[in-house]
């Protein structure tokens, strides 16, 4: 997928792929006006989103009630010496009724979750000058 970005005004930023749009800007402490989430937070919100999808489809696929089904993430730093390593924590909350045959089940439904997929794979990066 190509993902072109454009700079907006103040620190606001467009990434444009197929149809979609999504704008981020930056805190006010850095120079932004803080009106959408920052880059970094669009990551991070983007793991409990594809585990939630995949929870979604477990149940659907089941004729479970999703009312009530959630997924929390808390996000903390592991090493003093390198702020880059956090622990990912995700908590389900499964709705009332939820068959507690399907508990392990609906928990792999969630580690198949694309984004920790590649994160766990470690993607390379090249950033380079056309």
Not at 23 to 34: F, H, L, R
Not at 64 to 71: D, N, Q, R, V, Y
Not at 83 to 109: C, H, R
């Amino acid at each position: 997928m190509k993902i072109e970005v454009n700079l907006l005004d103040g620190q606001q930023l467009q990434a444009n792929f197929g149809e979609h749009q999504i704008i981020s800007d930056q805190s006010i402490a850095v120079g932004g006006k803080a009106e959408h989430p920052e880059p970094f937070d669009y990551f991070l919100a983007s793991m409990p989103l594809c585990a939630a999808f995949y929870m979604r489809k477990f149940c659907q696929q089941r004729d479970i009630s999703t009312t009530g089904l959630k997924i929390v993430q808390n996000n903390e730093n592991i090493s003093e010496e390198d702020s880059y390593k956090k622990k990912i924590t995700l908590e389900v909350i499964l709705p009332d009724g939820f068959p507690n045959k399907y508990n392990k089940a609906i928990l792999a439904a969630a580690n198949t979750c694309t984004v920790k997929k590649v994160i766990q794979a470690m993607p390379e990066f090249d950033i380079a000058i056309i």
